[in-house]
């Protein structure tokens, strides 16, 4: 196995063990033979040592080795995010599980090549269960429209799922909380961008306190996968004449649309 395979195949199994952790699998057994072919996956030639994983017998009920997937028992679920949203809908990971009406988990295409990220739910969203469903995220869909998508073709979702009461920001214990949840999206769906909405999710994902009007306008890198910082759609709202501030935001949309390789819709 090359190196870059080998990357890959430790990339799938470090998410699908991110995922059973948030089922709540406590752990997995591996085997002595499993655990010492693991660790000769990068050796050219293969360990002449290693002896061949003995057959697995016909007969049900029983299992041939240590580790091995008993007859008859289903194999473990391939992580989803819809198996995903179903166990956060249940999550009690901080305070903000006794104030919320609905889970606002994500929305869009499973394998949206772009991600909005934004801070957290607002009154809208915690009662439809939806993000950026309110003023704010109107406006965001008609971001989206001008760069030539649709909302279902990206996913939207929010560093913490449950909205923080009268709207502030997230406490740091609420976001760490969320994280995994986080992390398992973007494990599973992998964009070619992010975009983060706002200082909040800017400052989450990028840990740092530097100022939104200095982050925005060039990319980070968050997991691996580059990270565009910008105002929050809100934040426009708020502006007395956001000509300005909109300009820069579409700036950074045009940023995003020449990093994934598409080009900028005529107006």
Known sequence: MTRGKLAGALDQLEAYLRYQKLLGVAGLALSRDGWEAFRNLDRSPPNPGL???APIPESTGEVAREGAQPAGEAAPP???LAGLARKAETCTGCALCRTRTKVVFGEGDPRAE?????EGPGRD???SGKPFVGRAGQL?????KAMGLERDQIYITNVVKCRPPNNRDPKPEESAACREWLNSQLDLIRP???VALGKVAAHNLLETEEPISRLRGSFRQFNGIPLMPTFHPSYLLRQANPRGPKKMVWE?????LAK???EVPRP
């Open 192 to 194: 070619r961008v992010i």
């Open 140 to 144: 965001l869909t008609k971001i989206i």
């Open 51 to 53: 002896a061949e994983p």
């Open 114 to 118: 772009l991600m909005f990220i934004g």
């Open 125 to 127: 969203e915690d009662l």
């Open 252 to 256: 950074d949309m045009k940023n995003v």
């Open 260 to 262: 994934m390789g598409r």
């Open 78 to 80: 391939k992580p989803d």
